[in-house]
């Protein structure tokens, strides 16, 4: 599975070249030249990384970072002409991961992505595999088999075994899964995460109504639980 890293800089050459580069190295690559398209496509999708500028045409990166705190802990790096050492300290007071001054090397640029990367989300993506019961999910290949045949996943149900599979056993709130899984600026309902859940357990569950894997926490959201 490819990381996902989305540019938003109202400079398009710049963005053109960093999304070439980010993408012959293996990454999946979108861009955004305004905060307000920023916001339109963390409404509907979830990013492994996100490329912020600071100057943009309709707001600034500081204030993009600011509301995505409030919504999600993905991994932001400030990428900026602004080099005062206020501007270093505010972005990482608001949730900046990193700092890269304008200009850098795309060399550069390309490492300290795949540090943060690294960071991050600590695996492997040669092979990134969770089993539970018969069921098995392969995260970097996006495929999920039960008893050894194919389960077909919608898009946003394979995201969502996904996130669960990569933070197993622990209790993730409603609100979360929204944000990480249908975007950090989501309008979807907790009734549709709901449905998602319970289509989930229709294809993986042995029995649907009284699932042993993917358990409703009470009062707080979903868990996939594996036997380690």
Not at 1 to 14: A, E, G, N, P, Y
Not at 32 to 56: C, G, P, V
Request: hydrophobic share 40%.
């Amino acid at each position: 599975m490819k990381r996902s890293v989305l540019i938003v800089d109202d400079d398009l050459d710049l963005s053109m070249v960093i999304s070439d580069m980010l993408e012959d190295y293996g990454y999946s690559v979108e861009t955004a030249d305004s905060a307000e398209a920023a916001f339109s496509a963390l409404e509907t999708k979830r990013y492994d990384l996100l490329l912020l500028d600071i100057n943009l045409p309709d707001s600034t990166g500081f204030e993009l970072c600011r509301e995505l705190r409030r919504a999600s802990d993905v991994p932001v790096i400030f990428a900026s002409a602004r080099t005062n050492e206020s501007d270093r300290i505010e972005g990482f007071d608001i949730g900046g991961d990193d700092y890269l001054p304008k200009p850098y090397s795309m060399k550069e640029l390309l490492s300290r992505v795949n540090a943060l990367i690294r960071r991050t989300y600590g695996f492997s993506e040669e092979k990134r595999e969770v089993r539970f019961g018969n069921v098995a999910v392969d995260i970097s290949r996006r495929k999920v088999t039960k008893g050894g045949n194919e389960v077909s996943l919608t898009l946003r149900e394979f995201d969502l075994i996904a996130y669960l599979c990569e933070h197993k056993n622990s209790a993730i709130p409603k609100d979360k899964l929204l944000s990480e899984v249908w975007g950090a600026f989501t309008t979807a309902e907790p009734s549709t995460l709901a449905v998602h859940i319970r289509w989930l357990r229709e294809k993986l569950e042995d029995d649907p109504a009284e699932p042993q894997y993917i358990k409703t926490v009470y009062k707080v959201g979903y868990m996939l639980e594996v036997k380690e």
